[in-house]
């Protein structure tokens, strides 16, 4: 195998690989898309299926618009669904929340007034 023919062979490689990709990320917005109803994606499948590079550069051209919409859309609402995840398990009390929680414990006597004091330091960030 020559250097040239290593070439030829990455390049058709190469255009495969992208072939594949345009065609999965045709069929996922195909079905994300709720605009289109059961019918319609069903002759896009058989149209993908019958005439894939036709098909896939028709959608490109004629959906290709919305196609990047729900994929922005979808990763906003990936990343709020992840920001608030992150908020309920970092918790957002504030530190006079705690104290005071911490004081009610105190004067339920469930809680010493020792302990008080040291969730009052943990709680000021005075003490790790």
Do not use: H
Request: net charge neutral; hydrophobic share 55%.
């Amino acid at each position: 195998m020559t250097f040239w023919d290593f070439l030829v062979w990455s390049f058709w490689f190469y255009l495969v690989v992208v072939c594949i990709s345009i065609f999965i990320r045709v069929f996922i917005d195909l079905f994300r898309d709720p605009e289109l109803n059961g019918w319609a994606k069903a002759l896009w499948v058989l149209f993908l299926v019958v005439a894939p590079f036709l098909a896939a550069f028709i959608y490109l051209i004629a959906r290709g618009g919305r196609m990047a919409q729900r994929s922005m859309a979808g990763a906003r609402q990936a990343q709020a669904q992840s920001d608030d995840y992150i908020r309920s398990v970092a918790g957002s009390t504030s530190p006079a929340a705690e104290i005071e929680a911490a004081k009610q414990l105190r004067d339920s006597g469930a809680i010493t007034p020792a302990e008080f004091e040291t969730l009052k330091a943990k709680a000021l960030g005075t003490v790790a």
